[in-house]
T-cell receptor
Framework: DAMVIQNPRYQVTQFGKPVTLSCSQT?????MYWYQQKSSQAPKLLFH???????NEADTPDNFQSRRPNTSFCFLDIRSPGLGDAAMYLC??????????????FGPGTRLLVL | AQSVTQLDSQVPVFEEAPVELRCNYS??????LFWYVQYPNQGLQLLLK??????LVKGINGFEAEFNKSQTSFHLRKPSVHISDTAEYFC????????????FGDGTTLTVKP
Protein backbone atom coordinates (compact mmCIF):
# COMPACT_ATOMS: atom_id res chain seq x y z
CA ASP A 1 0.00 0.00 0.00
CA ALA A 2 2.87 2.32 -0.83
CA MET A 3 1.64 5.85 -1.43
CA VAL A 4 4.62 7.74 -2.84
CA ILE A 5 7.08 5.60 -4.71
CA GLN A 6 10.48 6.63 -5.91
CA ASN A 7 12.64 4.69 -8.32
CA PRO A 8 15.37 3.85 -8.19
CA ARG A 9 16.30 4.10 -4.51
CA TYR A 10 19.96 4.49 -5.44
CA GLN A 11 21.28 5.94 -8.68
CA VAL A 12 24.86 6.24 -9.83
CA THR A 13 25.69 8.45 -12.78
CA GLN A 14 28.75 9.92 -14.38
CA PHE A 15 29.74 13.55 -14.31
CA GLY A 16 27.84 15.30 -17.09
CA LYS A 17 25.67 12.32 -18.05
CA PRO A 18 21.94 13.11 -17.99
CA VAL A 19 19.93 11.25 -15.38
CA THR A 20 16.21 10.95 -14.65
CA LEU A 21 14.65 10.18 -11.30
CA SER A 22 11.04 9.09 -11.10
CA CYS A 23 8.24 9.45 -8.62
CA SER A 24 4.75 8.02 -8.65
CA GLN A 25 1.83 8.34 -6.26
CA THR A 26 -1.32 6.40 -5.56
CA UNK A 27 -2.97 9.18 -3.55
CA UNK A 28 -4.41 11.09 -6.51
CA UNK A 29 -2.99 14.29 -5.05
CA UNK A 30 -2.92 17.44 -7.13
CA UNK A 31 0.46 18.69 -5.96
CA MET A 32 3.84 17.03 -6.37
CA TYR A 33 7.14 18.41 -5.07
CA TRP A 34 10.81 17.70 -5.62
CA TYR A 35 13.32 18.40 -2.85
CA GLN A 36 17.08 18.12 -2.81
CA GLN A 37 18.63 17.08 0.50
CA LYS A 38 22.38 17.11 0.89
CA SER A 39 24.10 15.28 3.69
CA SER A 40 23.24 16.66 7.14
CA GLN A 41 21.20 19.48 5.61
CA ALA A 42 17.55 20.41 5.40
CA PRO A 43 15.51 19.44 2.35
CA LYS A 44 15.51 22.25 -0.19
CA LEU A 45 12.52 22.70 -2.47
CA LEU A 46 13.47 22.64 -6.15
CA PHE A 47 10.03 22.99 -7.73
CA HIS A 48 6.48 21.79 -7.51
CA UNK A 49 3.53 21.06 -9.78
CA UNK A 50 0.03 22.07 -8.95
CA UNK A 51 -1.78 19.79 -11.34
CA UNK A 52 -0.03 20.63 -14.62
CA UNK A 53 1.16 24.05 -13.54
CA UNK A 54 4.89 24.09 -12.99
CA UNK A 55 6.35 26.29 -10.23
CA ASN A 56 10.09 26.72 -10.14
CA GLU A 57 11.93 28.04 -7.08
CA ALA A 58 13.94 31.15 -7.90
CA ASP A 59 17.27 29.61 -6.93
CA THR A 60 16.83 26.23 -8.63
CA PRO A 61 19.60 25.81 -11.23
CA ASP A 62 18.61 25.47 -14.88
CA ASN A 63 20.35 22.11 -14.84
CA PHE A 64 17.28 20.74 -13.07
CA GLN A 65 14.09 20.16 -15.02
CA SER A 66 10.87 18.36 -14.30
CA ARG A 67 8.04 16.69 -16.17
CA ARG A 68 4.63 15.61 -15.04
CA PRO A 69 2.93 13.63 -17.81
CA ASN A 70 -0.10 12.75 -15.68
CA THR A 71 -1.42 13.00 -12.12
CA SER A 72 0.42 9.92 -10.92
CA PHE A 73 3.93 10.48 -12.23
CA CYS A 74 6.54 13.16 -11.92
CA PHE A 75 10.13 13.08 -13.16
CA LEU A 76 13.25 14.98 -12.17
CA ASP A 77 15.76 15.41 -14.99
CA ILE A 78 19.30 16.53 -14.27
CA ARG A 79 20.74 17.52 -17.62
CA SER A 80 24.43 17.58 -16.73
CA PRO A 81 25.05 16.34 -13.22
CA GLY A 82 27.99 17.78 -11.36
CA LEU A 83 29.70 16.46 -8.28
CA GLY A 84 27.76 18.99 -6.23
CA ASP A 85 24.47 17.45 -7.29
CA ALA A 86 25.11 14.29 -5.32
CA ALA A 87 22.30 14.22 -2.77
CA MET A 88 19.11 12.57 -1.68
CA TYR A 89 16.19 13.63 -3.86
CA LEU A 90 12.83 13.53 -2.17
CA CYS A 91 9.47 13.53 -3.88
CA UNK A 92 6.39 14.61 -1.94
CA UNK A 93 2.70 15.12 -2.61
CA UNK A 94 -0.13 17.08 -1.08
CA UNK A 95 -3.80 17.11 -1.86
CA UNK A 96 -4.14 20.76 -2.85
CA UNK A 97 -1.83 23.72 -2.99
CA UNK A 98 -4.60 26.14 -2.20
CA UNK A 99 -4.89 25.13 1.43
CA UNK A 100 -2.28 26.33 3.88
CA UNK A 101 -0.85 23.87 6.32
CA UNK A 102 -1.38 20.98 3.97
CA UNK A 103 0.30 17.75 5.00
CA UNK A 104 2.98 16.59 2.60
CA UNK A 105 3.52 12.89 2.03
CA PHE A 106 7.09 11.96 1.22
CA GLY A 107 8.55 9.11 -0.75
CA PRO A 108 11.60 7.21 0.50
CA GLY A 109 13.95 9.23 -1.68
CA THR A 110 16.51 8.47 -4.35
CA ARG A 111 20.14 8.81 -3.36
CA LEU A 112 22.16 10.08 -6.32
CA LEU A 113 25.88 9.51 -6.56
CA VAL A 114 27.88 11.34 -9.24
CA LEU A 115 31.21 9.85 -10.22
CA ALA B 1 11.08 35.71 4.49
CA GLN B 2 10.68 33.07 7.13
CA SER B 3 13.44 31.02 8.70
CA VAL B 4 13.72 28.08 11.04
CA THR B 5 16.49 27.42 13.54
CA GLN B 6 16.97 24.09 15.22
CA LEU B 7 19.19 24.88 18.12
CA ASP B 8 20.80 21.48 18.57
CA SER B 9 22.33 19.51 15.73
CA GLN B 10 22.86 16.40 17.88
CA VAL B 11 20.95 15.21 20.94
CA PRO B 12 22.17 12.02 22.64
CA VAL B 13 19.90 10.59 25.30
CA PHE B 14 19.48 7.33 27.18
CA GLU B 15 16.51 5.07 26.63
CA GLU B 16 13.43 5.93 28.70
CA ALA B 17 14.72 9.42 29.42
CA PRO B 18 12.71 12.49 28.40
CA VAL B 19 13.83 14.55 25.43
CA GLU B 20 13.21 18.02 24.04
CA LEU B 21 14.23 19.07 20.54
CA ARG B 22 14.23 22.81 20.15
CA CYS B 23 12.93 24.84 17.23
CA ASN B 24 12.64 28.59 16.81
CA TYR B 25 11.26 30.42 13.83
CA SER B 26 11.13 33.95 12.52
CA UNK B 27 8.40 35.39 10.37
CA UNK B 28 6.57 38.65 9.99
CA UNK B 29 3.27 36.89 9.30
CA UNK B 30 1.36 34.02 10.81
CA UNK B 31 2.89 30.63 10.30
CA UNK B 32 2.04 26.99 10.41
CA LEU B 33 4.54 24.68 12.04
CA PHE B 34 5.48 21.06 11.48
CA TRP B 35 7.77 18.41 12.85
CA TYR B 36 8.95 15.60 10.59
CA VAL B 37 11.00 12.51 11.36
CA GLN B 38 13.41 10.91 8.92
CA TYR B 39 14.77 7.43 9.55
CA PRO B 40 18.00 6.44 7.80
CA ASN B 41 17.66 6.22 4.03
CA GLN B 42 13.97 7.02 4.15
CA GLY B 43 11.76 9.97 3.34
CA LEU B 44 10.23 12.35 5.83
CA GLN B 45 7.20 11.39 7.87
CA LEU B 46 4.94 13.94 9.53
CA LEU B 47 4.98 13.71 13.33
CA LEU B 48 2.62 16.58 14.08
CA LYS B 49 1.61 20.03 12.97
CA UNK B 50 0.23 23.22 14.41
CA UNK B 51 -2.27 25.18 12.32
CA UNK B 52 -4.45 26.92 14.91
CA UNK B 53 -6.28 26.31 18.16
CA UNK B 54 -4.70 24.61 21.13
CA UNK B 55 -1.01 25.41 21.39
CA LEU B 56 -0.20 21.91 22.63
CA VAL B 57 -0.19 19.51 19.74
CA LYS B 58 -0.01 15.76 20.09
CA GLY B 59 1.44 13.64 17.34
CA ILE B 60 2.35 10.08 16.54
CA ASN B 61 4.76 7.87 18.46
CA GLY B 62 4.09 9.69 21.73
CA PHE B 63 5.54 13.02 20.64
CA GLU B 64 4.02 16.40 21.40
CA ALA B 65 4.98 19.99 20.72
CA GLU B 66 3.98 23.34 22.11
CA PHE B 67 3.56 26.46 20.04
CA ASN B 68 4.75 29.56 21.89
CA LYS B 69 4.02 32.67 19.88
CA SER B 70 5.75 35.10 22.24
CA GLN B 71 8.96 33.09 22.14
CA THR B 72 8.49 32.08 18.48
CA SER B 73 9.21 28.50 19.41
CA PHE B 74 7.79 25.08 18.63
CA HIS B 75 9.76 22.61 20.72
CA LEU B 76 9.21 18.88 20.36
CA ARG B 77 9.03 16.68 23.45
CA LYS B 78 8.66 13.06 24.43
CA PRO B 79 8.51 11.95 28.06
CA SER B 80 10.25 8.60 27.52
CA VAL B 81 12.21 7.72 24.39
CA HIS B 82 12.88 4.34 22.83
CA ILE B 83 15.80 3.06 20.82
CA SER B 84 13.51 3.15 17.78
CA ASP B 85 13.20 6.95 18.09
CA THR B 86 16.77 7.31 16.86
CA ALA B 87 16.40 9.40 13.71
CA GLU B 88 16.74 12.86 12.21
CA TYR B 89 14.05 15.35 13.18
CA PHE B 90 13.15 18.38 11.11
CA CYS B 91 11.14 21.40 12.11
CA UNK B 92 9.42 23.23 9.25
CA UNK B 93 7.38 26.39 8.80
CA UNK B 94 4.80 27.26 6.19
CA UNK B 95 3.47 30.76 5.76
CA UNK B 96 -0.25 31.34 5.67
CA UNK B 97 0.31 33.09 2.36
CA UNK B 98 2.48 30.39 0.90
CA UNK B 99 0.27 27.40 0.70
CA UNK B 100 1.93 24.05 0.36
CA UNK B 101 5.52 25.25 0.62
CA UNK B 102 7.60 24.75 3.74
CA UNK B 103 10.99 25.93 4.88
CA PHE B 104 12.90 23.34 6.85
CA GLY B 105 15.40 23.67 9.65
CA ASP B 106 18.75 21.92 9.37
CA GLY B 107 17.61 19.00 11.47
CA THR B 108 18.45 17.48 14.83
CA THR B 109 19.90 14.01 15.10
CA LEU B 110 18.39 12.20 18.06
CA THR B 111 20.44 9.23 19.22
CA VAL B 112 18.89 7.02 21.88
CA LYS B 113 21.38 4.88 23.77
CA PRO B 114 20.54 1.72 25.70
Amino acid sequence: DAMVIQNPRYQVTQFGKPVTLSCSQTLNHNVMYWYQQKSSQAPKLLFHYYDKDFNNEADTPDNFQSRRPNTSFCFLDIRSPGLGDAAMYLCATSRQSGLVGETQYFGPGTRLLVL
Amino acid sequence: AQSVTQLDSQVPVFEEAPVELRCNYSSSVSVYLFWYVQYPNQGLQLLLKYLSGSTLVKGINGFEAEFNKSQTSFHLRKPSVHISDTAEYFCAVSLNTNAGKSTFGDGTTLTVKP
